[in-house]
């Protein structure tokens, strides 16, 4: 699989991800947000609660489950980066926001791909 191959799958996996979202009544903050710490996939907001959503897309299961990517040092990064983000919102930072991550099979194009979504991680995964 070429590194051309899973960005284009990432890239379609984060639409259907923010489309669902949408969907679901939360709104799209920001799309790939980088720190100096790595990467946010998506940060939205629903009822003045901020998310920040790691998506991972899956065509089929021979590198293992979307939620399986998800280890300690990805949560690490994530908490880092989220940490730069609220910070330069200044003293519009809001008091409540979590980790969700969005997990996306199918096939690029594929009219129905399978959506889980895994709501407030929380640190806890660590």
Do not use: C
């Not at 051309?4 to 679901?24: F, I, M, N, P």
């Not at 991972?56 to 040092?73: D, F, M, P, Q």
């Not at 983000?85 to 003293?91: D, F, P, Q, T, W």
């Amino acid at each position: 699989m070429t590194h051309g191959y899973r960005k284009t799958l990432g890239d379609w996996g984060e639409q259907v991800a923010s489309t669902y979202l949408e969907s679901q009544g939360y709104v799209i903050l920001a799309r790939n947000y980088h720190s100096r710490h790595g990467e946010l996939d998506l940060i939205a907001t629903k009822n003045k609660g901020l998310y920040f959503i790691e998506v991972k897309t899956r065509s089929n299961h021979t590198y293992g489950l979307g939620e399986e990517a998800i280890n300690s040092k990805k949560l690490q990064a994530m908490l880092a980066s989220i940490e730069s983000y609220l910070e330069s919102l200044g003293s519009e930072v809001p008091t409540e926001w979590q980790i969700d991550i969005i997990i996306v099979e199918g096939r690029k194009g594929d009219p129905a791909p399978t959506i889980l979504h895994y709501e407030n991680i929380g640190e806890e995964a660590l």
